[in-house]
């Protein structure tokens, strides 16, 4: 969803970024910041990456706040305690008090497919992005099978936003976990992307940009192949690279 604005020069399209509150049974639970569209998706990832569901689950807007308000059918499967949680668009895991909080244990992922090193350097150019076409302020994340071929697409002013959409498809699809899948992402590789990943069960990420030092480490610990910098045909491999073979 995009906007129009003026500035000195002219005028721009713009993302638009409005808060989500996510509520169970008429609770808030959780208010991220994101861009409207496939709300239901998003608060649906966004609950399982953190252990709070274990599949899909009945999701509506309801009409407060000018639908920025999501309802899920609860009960959820753990209990997070008096955790609230408050996500910008750019930070999927501010507002969590402890590392320890953040690490959602994540079952241990299959052996996965074995892509080569140019096929999964080549996702980034086959991620559709029309979004970011129109305002450069979007993030996306691509879920593929193992030959390339691109099944879900979302865009989002948030990266994590982007991936729980992603996500919160595959699992009203039926394809979680994303056992033999690759998740491709558009910009840096922080650590709430690889434990998105990890709990849906994809073992093999890819990004456009770098990684953090926290990403590698937990990518390490989970067994996730994380790769960055895939860009013009090359990439880095980080962690586990029995996954990719050469050319």
Same mark, same amino acid.
């Given at each position: 969803?995009? %906007? ?12 638009? #970024?409005?808060p989500l509150?996510?509520r ?6 959780? /208010?991220t910041?994101? %861009? ?7 608060a ?7 252990? !709070? ?7 509506g807007? %309801? ?12 009960p ?10 408050? *996500?910008?668009?750019s ?7 402890? !590392?320890e ?5 994540s079952?241990?992922?299959p052996?996965?497919?074995?892509v @080569?090193? @140019?096929?999964?350097a080549?996702?980034?150019d ?8 129109? *305002?450069g ?9 193992r ?5 879900? *697409?979302?865009?989002? /002013? ?8 992603v996500?919160g ?8 976990p994303?056992g033999?899948?690759? !998740?491709? /992402? ?10 998105k990943a990890?709990?849906a069960?994809?073992?093999?990420? /890819?990004?456009v940009?770098?990684?953090? @030092?926290?990403?590698? @480490?937990?990518?390490? #610990?989970?067994?996730v ?6 860009r013009?045909?090359?990439m880095?491999?980080y *962690?586990?690279?029995d ?5």
């Amino acid at each position: 969803m995009y %906007t129009e604005v003026e500035h000195d020069g002219g005028r721009d399209t713009v993302a638009v #970024e409005e808060p989500l509150e996510i509520r169970i049974d008429g609770r808030p639970l959780a /208010v991220t910041m994101r %861009t409207p569209g496939h709300d239901e998706e998003l608060a649906l990832g966004f609950l399982y990456g953190e252990g !709070l569901i274990d599949g899909p689950r009945a999701a509506g807007l %309801t009409d407060d706040f000018a639908a920025n308000t999501v309802e899920v059918a609860g009960p959820l499967i753990r209990d997070p305690g008096q955790r609230r949680f408050y *996500t910008t668009s750019s930070c999927g895991v501010c507002g969590k008090g402890a !590392l320890e909080e953040v690490a959602v244990m994540s079952p241990a992922l299959p052996s996965g497919p074995r892509v @080569s090193r @140019s096929l999964a350097a080549s996702l980034p150019d086959r991620l559709e992005q029309p979004g970011f076409a129109h *305002t450069g302020g979007l993030h996306a994340t691509g879920l593929f099978d193992r030959s390339g071929t691109l099944l879900i *697409t979302r865009e989002d /002013v948030g990266r994590h936003n982007a991936m729980d959409k992603v996500i919160g498809r595959a699992l009203l699809d039926g394809l979680v976990p994303l056992g033999e899948r690759v !998740l491709c /992402v558009s910009g840096r590789l922080s650590f709430e992307l690889v434990q998105k990943a990890a709990v849906a069960g994809a073992p093999l990420l /890819v990004g456009v940009g770098a990684p953090s @030092s926290l990403a590698i @480490s937990l990518a390490q #610990e989970r067994g996730v192949t994380l790769c960055g910098f895939a860009r013009r045909g090359t990439m880095n491999v980080y *962690t586990h690279p029995d996954r990719i073979s050469d050319g």
